[in-house]
């Protein structure tokens, strides 16, 4: 095994030479985004604020040295938050108990850190293959109309219940409108203008515009009146590093919490790689979800031995990330470093960083989270990719995150096994020149009267043995052909059931004084049928590599008297025989 599977980070360190700037910039802008989110983050989960930062110090950096994707901002989220919550908080009262609270969170985020490894060590990162591309799309859309709701009170200076779901967010703005606190709004409006202007307008310094904005979006606080005015800013920021403490691994607790642990590990590896997913369609970079799963894995191992709790990838921080101009991991590692040296050195500063300027920047991100042009895409190609896509949209609006997830994944697997159940089987005859084809592609097309040829386009599985079955059992019925020419070369997959099924067709036309053949049936389509013993059963003489070579052999199975009578004179067998 090679250093660079092991560390993942040798593959992008050397770029730091070249892209080191923009990710400096794009860290920068990180730390300041991340300041606000940590302590609401903690809070959702139950947790003193300190464990936020905690987690956002220590969680992105072993991520980003052991992840795969290049701009995927790892630390405290709101599902994690809320996972991490209610897993918990059957067990411990974090008002009561607070310690007893604080030691499971952390032992919590070691196992799912654990199961995650795991799951990576063991290559199951395939299992993220069956999200649909429509998923993410839909997912990242609602995410970022989610993201930009959620900062709407900020905006409108509003005092908006915690952990509001976006149809109570939205009665309440509609409700409370006139309760406006313009000074808010101007700020958050006004941080919103700079940044758009600065980026469109501005190009030698666009990358950084949402630093520049921030900026001035806390100077127009200032000359507002600040907190005369009802202009909040983030407050006190602790200013002390994450301690380094082995997690309480006591067995009871570590029993109880083991099903959370798995809920935990899996939404967040569902959660992260989708929204790596949901970057890459924009930076175009390959993903490995393995090492994906491993980085995930690591990150929460590692950091719950530095006082933090579950993590998993941010759509806002990541989104943040990419559009800030990111282009390795290093961006980061000094969004992380840059928050120890705030917490240290510039607590009192970053304490003077208004909601509202901070809310103006993130509604941006949340709007650049949707991908237009992919979505026009949808809506033209495909009714299918449309109901996934609405589903995990609106799932993601109004239900559970995770949920919304597991909606548009169990969705698209419903409408990839309700299209391959029913495989597409072409009748194929030969046309004026001689060539095999579809019969409905060309009308010169003819059919032999004792061989029935047939292609079948789809792997033979248990899922789609009724389709077929259903054709077979109508084809033997309704027509007095006897032989069958199966052409298999689209046939990439046989199972057990299939295996079963093809054999007793194979035996019943067999006793009808007939048989079915196939021609280019694949080695790895075959591997059942020898394994199983199925192909002794079915005969290998009926097997194929070539169809003229087939043709042949059927010729001499067929009733010769009808031959002489049939006008079609297909094959050149026939034409031979009429010439003898």
């Not at 560390?7 to 985004?33: C, E, H, N, R, Y």
């Not at 996972?83 to 108990?97: D, G, L, M, R, W």
């Not at 043709?551 to 026939?574: A, G, M």
Request: aromatic fraction near 12%; hydrophobic fraction near 50%.
């Amino acid at each position: 095994m090679s250093l660079k599977k092991i560390f993942p980070f040798l593959i992008w360190l050397p770029l730091v030479k070249s892209t080191w700037k923009d990710d400096l910039i794009a860290g920068i802008t990180g730390t300041i985004i991340v300041i606000p989110q940590a302590v609401a983050f903690a809070m959702i989960a139950g947790l003193p604020p300190i464990y936020g930062f905690y987690t956002a110090m220590i969680t992105p950096i072993i991520a980003a040295l052991f992840g795969s994707s290049y701009h995927l901002i790892s630390g405290p989220t709101t599902t994690s938050s809320i996972v991490v919550f209610a897993v918990i908080s059957k067990f411990a009262n974090p008002e009561s108990e607070l310690e007893a609270f604080i030691s499971l969170a952390i032992v919590l985020s070691f196992m799912a850190g654990v199961i995650k490894l795991v799951m990576g060590l063991a290559k199951m990162g395939k299992l993220v293959n069956f999200v649909s591309n429509s998923v993410v799309i839909g997912f990242a859309a609602g995410a970022g109309i989610l993201i930009g709701f959620k900062q709407l009170k900020y905006v409108f200076g509003l005092d908006v219940p915690l952990g509001s779901t976006f149809y109570e967010i939205t009665r309440y703005i509609i409700s409370h409108i006139t309760e406006t606190n313009f000074y808010v709004f101007g700020v958050a409006l006004g941080t919103l203008l700079i940044a758009f202007l600065i980026k469109k307008f501005f190009k030698k310094i666009s990358k950084l515009y949402m630093l520049i904005a921030m900026v001035l979006g806390t100077l127009l606080a200032i000359l507002l009146g600040g907190n005369i005015h009802g202009i909040e800013t983030v407050g006190n920021v602790p200013s002390h590093l994450p301690p380094f403490k082995i997690p309480n691994f006591n067995y009871e607790d570590m029993r109880l919490l083991t099903s959370g642990a798995f809920t935990l590990a899996l939404l967040g590896l569902v959660e992260a790689v989708s929204i790596a997913r949901a970057v890459a369609l924009h930076s175009h970079q390959k993903l490995d979800n393995n090492q994906e799963f491993i980085g995930q894995g690591l990150s929460n191992i590692v950091s719950s031995f530095f006082s933090s709790y579950a993590s998993s990838g941010s759509f806002t921080r990541s989104g943040l990330n990419y559009q800030s101009g990111a282009k390795t991991p290093l961006s980061a590692i000094i969004s992380a470093i840059g928050l120890m040296l705030v917490v240290l050195f510039f607590a009192r500063f970053a304490s003077y960083l208004p909601k509202a300027a901070m809310g103006g920047i993130i509604l941006l991100v949340g709007y650049n989270l949707i991908d237009f042009d992919h979505i026009r895409q949808i809506l033209k190609s495909s009714k299918r990719e449309l109901i996934i896509f609405s589903v995990t949209l609106f799932g993601t609006l109004f239900l559970e995150l995770e949920t919304a997830l597991f909606l548009g994944i169990l969705i698209s697997l419903f409408f990839y096994l309700e299209k391959t159940s029913k495989p597409n089987i072409a009748e194929v005859g030969i046309n004026k020149d001689g060539k095999f084809i579809n019969i409905i592609r060309d009308e010169t097309t003819r059919e032999c009267p004792q061989i029935k040829i047939i292609r079948i386009d789809d792997s033979i599985y248990f899922g789609a043995i009724e389709a077929i079955a259903n054709y077979f059992a109508e084809l033997y019925e309704k027509n007095d052909k006897k032989h069958i020419l199966i052409i298999a070369n689209g046939i990439n997959f046989i199972d057990l059931a299939g295996a079963e099924f093809i054999a007793y067709e194979v035996l019943k036309w067999q006793e009808r004084g007939g048989g079915i053949y196939f021609v280019g049936l694949k080695l790895v389509s075959q591997e059942i049928l020898l394994k199983g013993g199925f192909a002794e059963m079915i005969g290998s003489e009926n097997f194929f590599k070539d169809k003229h070579t087939a043709i042949e052999t059927i010729y001499k199975k067929l009733d010769k008297e009808q031959c002489k009578n049939c006008d079609v004179k297909l094959f050149q067998e026939c034409k031979q025989s009429v010439q003898e």
